[in-house]
């Protein structure tokens, strides 16, 4: 797995800019993103082929307000109802599908609302993703955190009270290597009751290591499941390889994971068929690993560094609450995280209703935690973020806001024996 590219600098040689413009005009000059790259483990599994069948079959415009008031009258939700849902005949009864969707979060997770931060320890990346801050033809300030600094960052956000983390680097084996995350994993150990990975995809042997290492669960987006507009995302790096990126979160789970969280960045492609594509991707795992927790976000796009213009394909508030809602109907049992994409009002409000974990005390810059939580600069140690924020409250005020909604923010639940 050694196909690495890193270009980003002051200024990029013509040589570079002559690459990126090929990859950009020339579908030709871009390798194949079905095939795997040398050191890609492969692995025997049905789920890929069920869920692409059921996305490329998706015809919401089929189904009919007849359909939804069904899908809301039945107790179980089929896989037909959950189409029925995401259908835009769905969108008159948002009210009752969201009422349905509250009953469904009471039964299973009572008022609770789960709270975690991000700490992005390394923004290098070796991969062209075009909508992406950290891309690896974007000029940004690049950081790597070392062991000092990441404990450094891990005890000011521990010392806010938080004991959940999710560490997240660049996907850039060349910077930030397994054994360079499994390390961090182990400092996380010291701080944190749950400590959560989202980092590029790898092998089930290393997922291994890395759970030994301390980590939880594993988180992944696949961005958009449309293999062919996924070609036209991703132009460069190991990313590019569309069926290794889908099977992550299964040797995730083969490797010893206790959870595995699931995405689609909701705007990239047709926000329905995704939406659908990222629960039955779930929904079928389920039904081969049980024993595991899961989970699925709900990431619209946003603005990124040098590239304002980047905003959500037609998913709107409105949509979002609706896929949000049919989210929780149809897998009742699924852990659903908004994150600080969106606004504090939309986040106040879903996670009355279907969503239980959210965000807080968030950065998606390198090293800045510090200034965060303490209001104390540390410019020595600090990278671009990856994309902007919506909601940038901190963890007290996020508990205090949780609590005042009638909620009740949980830190950890998971007891070691």
Same mark, same amino acid.
């Given at each position: 797995? &050694?196909?690495?590219?890193? +270009? ?109 931060? @991000? ?7 070796? &991969? ?91 988180? +992944? ?21 569309? @069926? ?58 946003? @603005? ?43 986040? &106040? ?60 923010? +949980? ?7």
């Amino acid at each position: 797995m &050694n196909n690495r590219f890193f +270009v980003d600098s002051e200024y990029l040689p013509q040589s570079a800019l002559e690459k990126k413009h090929r990859l950009e005009t020339d579908p030709t000059s871009r390798k194949n993103h079905m095939e795997y790259l040398p050191g890609m483990e492969i692995i025997e599994s049905d789920v890929c082929s069920k869920v692409i069948s059921q996305m490329e079959n998706y015809d919401y415009s089929a189904y009919t307000a007849r359909d939804v008031r069904l899908a809301l009258e039945h107790e179980t939700c089929t896989i037909r109802d959950f189409k029925a849902l995401l259908s835009p005949a769905a969108e008159p009864f948002l009210e009752e599908m969201a009422q349905k969707a509250k009953l469904e979060t009471a039964k299973h997770f009572g008022n609770t609302v789960y709270l975690f931060t @991000p700490l992005y320890i390394a923004n290098y990346c070796e &991969n062209y993703c075009v909508y992406c801050g950290f891309n690896c033809y974007n000029h940004i300030k690049r950081m790597k955190l070392n062991m000092e600094q990441i404990e450094h960052e891990m005890k000011v956000i521990a010392d806010s009270g938080m004991e959940e983390i999710l560490i997240l680097t660049g996907e850039s084996r060349g910077q930030s290597d397994v054994k360079y995350i499994g390390e961090a994993c182990k400092l996380a150990r010291k701080y944190f009751r749950m400590v959560g990975l989202e980092i590029y995809p790898v092998n089930t042997d290393e997922y291994r290591y890395l759970h030994e290492c301390g980590a939880d669960y594993v988180t +992944v987006f696949q961005e958009t499941y449309d293999a062919d507009k996924y070609e036209t995302l991703h132009l460069l790096g190991h990313k590019r390889v569309w @069926p290794y990126r889908f099977d992550a979160q299964e040797r995730a789970l083969r490797g010893g994971m206790r959870g595995v969280a699931f995405s689609a960045l909701l705007g990239l492609s047709d926000f329905r068929k995704d939406a659908l594509a990222s629960a039955l991707h779930v929904y079928y795992l389920q039904r081969k690993y049980p024993q595991a927790e899961m989970s699925l976000s709900c990431p619209r796009l946003r @603005p990124i560094i040098n590239n304002d213009k980047i905003n959500p394909l037609d998913v709107g508030e409105k949509q979002l609450c609706q896929v949000l809602c049919a989210y929780r109907i149809f897998l009742p049992f699924v852990g659903i995280t908004v994150s600080s994409r969106e606004s504090a009002e939309f986040r &106040n409000g879903i996670v009355k209703i279907a969503a239980t974990k959210v965000s807080a005390g968030v950065s998606t810059g390198i090293g800045d935690h510090e200034s965060k939580y303490t209001g104390k600069e540390n410019e020595t140690a600090k990278g671009d973020e990856q994309f902007e924020i919506d909601d940038a409250r901190s963890f007290e005020t996020m508990y205090k806001d949780m609590s005042g909604e009638g909620l009740q923010p +949980v830190l950890n639940d998971y007891v070691y024996v």
